[in-house]
T-cell receptor
């Protein structure tokens, strides 16, 4: 079966612009979570959506937002981009309602802000 | 969500066992210990998980201490392709936030 798909894989933006990233989870998964990865920072949790509701949110400014659609696909948006937003953005899907909670990651969207 | 502590880096000779430790002293009783690895900016890949008992699969073995405050991931015969950053996390499933740390960068040396 198809894995987690993230689009676009690479993109370049300039400061002040906004960006929207998309994540299609594995079929049947209703939870999608987003992570930001920068050199030296590891994977930092952004937020998680389950059945179109945001369940958890990490410590990121309000410029970072997301949503989930009825088909479980998710988008995240970053407004007023800053140089520090340059990162690999990863999305993961899972059957969160089960006890195991294994995460399946996509290949990420690499954002460069100039 | 459990906070985990891992050494930042380790080396292992090719063909030898790689033993990667993780401290998770704040893990709660219903949180599984999960291990993932990330190979050069690809998406992290699931390796193994366990709750109380030791676990083994085709990739690795997981040894969890009886008090569940720490665990060790064992790659029995490390290869160059095992060079990656390894993360251990606590995950109870359900609706709890999952927190990754900075992981251990394992370098397998020929």
């Amino acid at each position: 079966k198809a894995g987690v798909t993230q689009t676009p894989r690479y993109l370049i933006k300039t400061r002040g612009q906004q960006v929207t990233l998309s994540c299609s989870p594995i079929s049947g998964h209703r939870s999608v979570s987003w992570y930001q990865q920068t050199p030296g920072q590891g994977l930092q949790f952004l937020f998680e959506y389950f059945s179109e509701t945001q369940r958890n949110k990490g410590n990121f400014p309000g410029r970072f937002s997301g949503r989930q659609f009825s088909n479980s696909r998710s988008e995240m948006n970053v407004s007023t981009l800053e140089l520090g937003d340059s990162a690999l953005y990863l999305c993961a899907s899972s059957w969160r309602e089960l006890d195991t909670g294994e995460l399946f990651f996509g290949e990420g969207s690499r954002l460069t802000v100039l | 969500d459990a906070k985990t502590t891992q050494p930042p880096s380790m080396d292992c000779a090719e063909g030898r066992a790689a033993n990667l430790p993780c401290n998770h002293s704040t893990i709660s009783g219903n949180e599984y210990v999960y291990w993932y690895r990330q190979i050069h900016s690809q998406g992290p890949q699931y390796i193994i998980h366990g709750l109380k008992n030791n676990e083994t699969n085709e990739m690795a073995s997981l040894i969890i201490t009886e008090d569940r405050k720490s665990s060790t991931l064992i790659l029995p015969h490390a290869t160059l392709r095992d060079t990656a950053v390894y993360y251990c996390i606590g995950n109870a499933g359900g609706y709890q936030k999952v927190t990754f740390g900075t992981g251990t960068k394992l370098q397998v040396i020929p």
